[in-house]
């Protein structure tokens, strides 16, 4: 269960999307880089996204509007001075993805970039290659790093626990999935790169993988946790009843190019709710969808863009029209049906733009950072940008740490104690169930007081069993997976019962309102600032 080598570098990635390949290739300039990643290196988030990159990139838009933009859908919550940093970063973030040969779309009239516009943008400013552009993306990022000779990848390698020595993160217990072995990794310092947590939900377009891990371990070490409540809901994730196209997400460019969406009357529905109707902020459009659901009792509504010529349709989006075809919906005649889904995470692990946390040794880059970037909404299309930006930072951060040593002898070997084969899985699996299915119904896109004391009792009780199960089980993926959704969704709703108000992607029944200035919720390990029964 154990292997006796220690596997040394001077950093170590756990993570392949955008922000763990980017960093890898900048730090590979500065020594030896161990990247780990759950399952192949190209199943990722990023790997999934098709609307595009958000950045300045036009004479007719300026940072100051990107900046703007971004405050104004973050609800008051954005740290600006990350903001500035990050947003500025955008131009220089294309430049490195061009070179890579990422081939962004562009106008054949004129040669420039095609601008794609979404949600809460006052500008058209989101690059894109057709409606495919994460993949393109990791395309180019993966052909990177296999041909860079001071990058080692770990393929089916997943993160136990982070290994600390005085508050320093030294390295991490890392299982190998299919060898089932626990391997020992140092490194003189160790970023975080893993991406969301939508599995910790029932309805997510995020992998099947996207557990939260890295949040879960960095609370584990004593990282501080901020703002977890926000949990983005994209509006269009296809309604697909047979699961041929489970997971698969309806890009918000739809809409930016007309699509409309339609209750099950065929009636438009959003200009009722927001003066800019479709192209309101996600979290806008997202309740607005659950009211009409609700309302009508439907299981899904409409996004129509059957108007628009079909030759376009099938030019601009081509992977969305190829897949909603296999489920049997031509979208160049038909509404797609559509339903929220969970699908970023606005909070994280508390870090500023250069992924520093308050645990030394310890970096956290992309989804799983808390830096304020987004506040309580993500503007669309500034996930991608924020991956690359921090990326940037973070290996300029990281340079300091050359002299450091790395301190493999320290790291004792992995003692699996008394744990035997576990001989229940089903109630292994259906613990995971029990959490997504509570997380949805009672943490979802409507929340109140007593809904998440519900949610926190039964949490409390399905820890302790999962705690348990950890300890007296062989380890297993799935026993590590779900000691980490459990951890996560806990922390999702006492940060949730902590704010007394509804501001961006939180909205509470009981506190239907925005409260006074703008504060960040904190959390560390060990700190309860609310009783279990409140």
Same mark, same amino acid.
């Given at each position: 269960?154990?292997?006796?080598?220690? @596997?040394?570098?001077?950093?170590?990635?756990?993570?392949?999307?955008?922000?763990?390949?980017?960093?890898?290739?900048?730090?590979?300039?500065?020594? &030896?880089?161990?990247?780990?990643?759950?399952?192949?290196?190209?199943?990722?988030?990023?790997?999934?996204?098709?609307?595009?990159?958000?950045?300045?990139? &036009?004479?007719?838009?300026?940072?100051?509007?990107?900046?703007?933009?971004?405050?104004?859908?973050?609800?008051?919550?954005?740290?600006?001075?990350?903001?500035?940093?990050?947003?500025?970063?955008?131009?220089?973030?294309?430049?490195? %993805?061009?070179?890579?040969?990422?081939?962004?779309?562009?106008?054949?009239?004129?040669?420039? +970039?095609? %601008?794609?516009?979404?949600?809460?943008?006052?500008?058209?400013?989101? %690059?894109?290659?057709?409606?495919?552009?994460?993949?393109?993306?990791?395309?180019?990022?993966?052909?990177?790093?296999?041909?860079?000779?001071?990058?080692?990848?770990?393929?089916?390698?997943?993160?136990?626990?982070?290994?600390?020595?005085?508050?320093?993160?030294?390295?991490? +217990?890392?299982?190998?999935?299919?060898?089932?072995?626990?391997?020992?990794?140092?490194?003189?310092?160790?970023?975080?790169?893993?991406?969301?947590?939508?599995?910790?939900?029932?309805?997510?377009?995020?992998?099947?993988?996207?557990?939260?891990?890295?949040?879960?371990?960095?609370?584990?070490?004593?990282?501080?946790?901020?703002?977890?409540?926000?949990?983005?809901? =994209?509006?269009?994730?296809?309604?697909?009843?047979?699961?041929?196209?489970?997971?698969? !997400?309806?890009?918000?460019? !739809?809409?930016?190019?007309?699509?409309?969406?339609?209750?099950?009357?065929?009636?438009?529905?959003?200009?009722? @709710?927001?003066?800019?109707?479709?192209?309101?902020? *996600?979290?806008?459009?997202?309740?607005?969808?659950?009211?009409?659901? #609700?309302?009508?009792?439907?299981?899904?509504?409409?996004?129509?863009?059957?108007?628009?010529?079909?030759?376009?349709? *099938?030019?601009?989006?081509?992977?969305?029209?190829?897949?909603?075809?296999?489920?049997?919906?031509?979208?160049?005649?038909?509404?797609?049906?559509?339903?929220?889904?969970?699908?970023?995470?606005?909070?994280?692990?508390?870090?500023?733009?250069?992924?520093?946390?308050?645990?030394?040794?310890?970096?956290?880059?992309?989804?799983?950072?808390?830096?304020?970037?987004?506040?309580?909404?993500?503007?669309?299309?500034?996930?991608?940008?924020?991956?690359?930006?921090?990326? =940037?930072?973070?290996?300029?951060?990281?340079?300091?740490?050359?002299?450091?040593?790395?301190?493999?002898?320290?790291?004792?070997?992995?003692?699996?104690?008394?744990?035997?084969?576990?001989?229940?899985?089903?109630?292994?699996?259906?613990?995971?169930?029990?959490?997504?299915?509570?997380?949805?119904?009672?943490?979802?896109?409507?929340?109140?007081? #007593?809904?998440?004391?519900?949610?926190?009792?039964?949490?409390?009780?399905?820890? #302790?069993?999962?705690?348990?199960?950890?300890?007296?089980?062989?380890?297993?993926?799935?026993?590590?997976?779900?000691?980490?959704?459990?951890?996560?969704?806990?922390?999702?709703?006492?940060?949730?019962?902590?704010?007394?108000? &509804?501001?961006?992607?939180? +909205?509470? %029944?009981? +506190?239907?309102?925005?409260?006074?200035?703008?504060?960040?919720?904190? !959390?560390? #390990?060990?700190?309860?600032?609310? &009783?279990?029964?409140?």
């Amino acid at each position: 269960m154990m292997s006796e080598e220690i @596997y040394e570098s001077d950093f170590l990635v756990i993570g392949t999307g955008i922000a763990g390949l980017m960093f890898s290739l900048k730090v590979a300039q500065l020594g &030896s880089v161990s990247v780990l990643t759950k399952r192949k290196m190209y199943e990722c988030a990023t790997s999934r996204a098709q609307g595009g990159i958000a950045a300045v990139v &036009s004479d007719e838009d300026s940072i100051a509007s990107h900046v703007e933009d971004t405050l104004r859908v973050g609800s008051g919550l954005c740290h600006s001075d990350v903001v500035e940093k990050i947003v500025r970063r955008g131009p220089e973030a294309i430049s490195e %993805l061009a070179s890579l040969e990422v081939d962004f779309c562009r106008d054949e009239s004129c040669g420039e +970039y095609e %601008l794609g516009l979404e949600g809460g943008h006052s500008h058209r400013r989101v %690059l894109h290659v057709k409606d495919h552009t994460g993949a393109d993306i990791m395309r180019a990022l993966t052909d990177a790093v296999r041909k860079a000779d001071n990058i080692i990848v770990f393929e089916d390698h997943m993160a136990v626990n982070l290994v600390q020595r005085s508050n320093s993160v030294i390295g991490a +217990y890392v299982l190998d999935t299919k060898e089932r072995i626990v391997k020992r990794f140092a490194a003189r310092a160790t970023v975080l790169a893993t991406g969301g947590a939508g599995k910790v939900f029932l309805y997510t377009s995020n992998p099947e993988h996207a557990t939260g891990d890295g949040i879960a371990m960095a609370y584990r070490a004593g990282a501080t946790i901020t703002n977890m409540e926000f949990i983005q809901f =994209h509006p269009t994730l296809l309604y697909d009843p047979t699961g041929t196209s489970r997971s698969f !997400l309806i890009s918000e460019a !739809l809409r930016g190019e007309g699509a409309v969406l339609l209750g099950p009357d065929g009636e438009r529905f959003m200009p009722s @709710y927001h003066p800019d109707a479709e192209l309101a902020p *996600r979290d806008i459009v997202a309740r607005a969808i659950d009211q009409e659901m #609700k309302r009508t009792g439907a299981d899904f509504v409409h996004l129509d863009i059957s108007f628009k010529d079909a030759d376009f349709i *099938r030019n601009r989006f081509p992977m969305i029209y190829e897949t909603c075809l296999k489920a049997g919906i031509d979208i160049t005649v038909d509404p797609i049906p559509v339903v929220p889904a969970v699908h970023y995470m606005c909070g994280g692990v508390k870090a500023d733009e250069a992924g520093r946390t308050d645990v030394d040794r310890l970096f956290v880059i992309g989804e799983s950072a808390g830096t304020g970037f987004h506040g309580a909404n993500r503007l669309a299309s500034n996930s991608l940008l924020e991956g690359a930006a921090m990326a =940037h930072y973070a290996a300029e951060a990281v340079q300091s740490y050359s002299g450091r040593p790395i301190q493999a002898e320290e790291i004792p070997p992995w003692d699996p104690g008394e744990a035997t084969d576990p001989d229940e899985m089903i109630v292994v699996t259906h613990t995971w169930d029990e959490i997504r299915r509570l997380m949805m119904n009672y943490v979802g896109i409507v929340r109140s007081r #007593k809904r998440l004391i519900r949610a926190r009792n039964r949490i409390d009780l399905l820890s #302790k069993e999962i705690n348990q199960f950890y300890w007296d089980f062989k380890i297993t993926p799935d026993l590590v997976e779900l000691r980490n959704i459990a951890t996560v969704a806990e922390l999702i709703i006492r940060m949730a019962r902590m704010r007394k108000e &509804s501001r961006g992607t939180h +909205y509470n %029944l009981d +506190y239907p309102e925005e409260s006074g200035a703008p504060v960040d919720t904190i !959390l560390r #390990k060990g700190y309860l600032p609310i &009783s279990a029964t409140e």
